[in-house]
């Protein structure tokens, strides 16, 4: 046996093992979307809350109200700064949840908004916030059905969170999830990737560092729905690549669909200005958040097709194949790099950057 098989035949058997959670208490690392969180979520949630609804661990979940589907998903906003350039803690959870029901395959329709407030926060904030929402519901063509909203002592909390909710409506006959790529499949990013998480580093004032970026944040359901109309038959999987980027988001295909996915250094959008705060930074864009960009994994012969509708969007413009699934060796994703070697692209345990969404 190579060294090499040595070393996957390791990483499967750890991958295999049941996940544990051996802090007594959470850290950061387990909201960031990487290896802490998804054993927080098997290991504590998914072990209480089990069913064949939630098993998948998709964007959303379908549920059958009546004759057909429909597309079911809640997220909660603790970004911070609350205010950042391109977007704020609004119009993110609104196009946060609009973004999960349309990875589902379903045209939003419905949201609801909680709302947690700490003692002293501004009220102009709040409506510059409210603002935000009501603006990207309008964009997106949904409407804010209910909420609710709680108070807490100065101190309690920062300034805040919101909690969004989201019902969409599957009209298209499509099957969409991780589990379903197959080997000989096309990997497409719908554009340039990093851009949120860079923005949030610098809107931050951390590091003294100026660029001119903004965040992606945006509503992809549209974008989805030009896609799905195009090939509903050849669309395998959706997701949007916010917490851990588009390398965890493609870690967790890999698994669920027992595959390996093969990524071109080369071939991934990167803006010039997120490229260099990452490297100021030590940071690799493939792990940084995106919160108006989505994965596909199409049929690979009907990449082109795909690659063409989305770049006939406003917001796929910048569309890119970005590498192929391959049946070997299952479970992994590797980077061809531009110097022509090969590494794994594993999940992080954590995230350098907490606190994005």
Do not use: W
Not at 21 to 32: F, M
Not at 130 to 159: C, H, L, N, P
Not at 217 to 223: E, K, N, R, Y
Not at 262 to 278: A, F, N, R, S
């Amino acid at each position: 046996m190579t060294r090499e098989q040595q070393v996957l035949d390791r990483i499967e058997r750890m991958r295999r093992r049941k996940p544990v959670v051996r802090e007594e208490r959470i850290t950061l690392a387990h909201g960031a979307g990487g290896k802490a969180t998804q054993t927080l979520i098997e290991a504590v949630f998914l072990e209480a809350f089990r069913n064949p609804m939630l098993a998948p661990l998709d964007d959303g979940a379908l549920v059958r109200l009546g004759d057909g589907p429909v597309a079911f998903t809640t997220d909660s906003y603790v970004v911070s700064p609350l205010f950042f350039p391109g977007g704020d803690i609004g119009d993110l959870a609104v196009n946060g949840t609009v973004n999960d029901l349309a990875m589902c395959g379903a045209r939003p329709v419905h949201l609801s908004a909680g709302f947690i407030l700490e003692e002293g926060f501004p009220v102009a904030d709040l409506r510059r916030i409210t603002a935000s929402m009501a603006a990207a519901a309008a964009e997106a063509q949904v409407t804010i059905v209910t909420g609710d909203t709680k108070v807490v002592q100065r101190g309690k909390a920062d300034g805040c969170y919101v909690t969004t909710a989201g019902v969409g409506v599957v009209e298209q006959p499509v099957t969409l999830s991780a589990s379903g790529a197959r080997p000989g499949d096309a990997v497409i990013v719908s554009g340039p990737i990093g851009a949120h998480g860079a923005a949030i580093m610098l809107a931050r004032d951390d590091f003294g560092i100026e660029a001119a970026i903004t965040s992606d944040t945006a509503p992809l359901h549209g974008i989805v729905a030009a896609l799905l109309e195009a090939l509903p038959r050849h669309v395998r999987t959706l997701r949007d690549a916010t917490r851990g980027g588009v390398a965890t988001v493609l870690n967790e295909v890999a698994r669920a669909s027992e595959v390996a996915v093969v990524l071109q250094e080369d071939e991934v959008p990167v803006h010039p200005e997120v490229t260099g705060v990452c490297e100021l930074l030590g940071l690799d864009p493939l792990y940084v958040a995106c919160e108006g960009r989505f994965v596909a994994v199409v049929d690979g012969e009907h990449a082109g097709e795909a690659l063409d509708t989305l770049r006939a969007h406003p917001l796929g413009a910048e569309a890119a194949i970005v590498g192929t699934v391959a049946a070997e060796p299952p479970g992994l994703v590797l980077l061809r790099t531009a110097f022509g070697g090969t590494r794994v692209v594993d999940v992080l345990v954590g995230d350098p950057l907490p606190r994005i969404c």
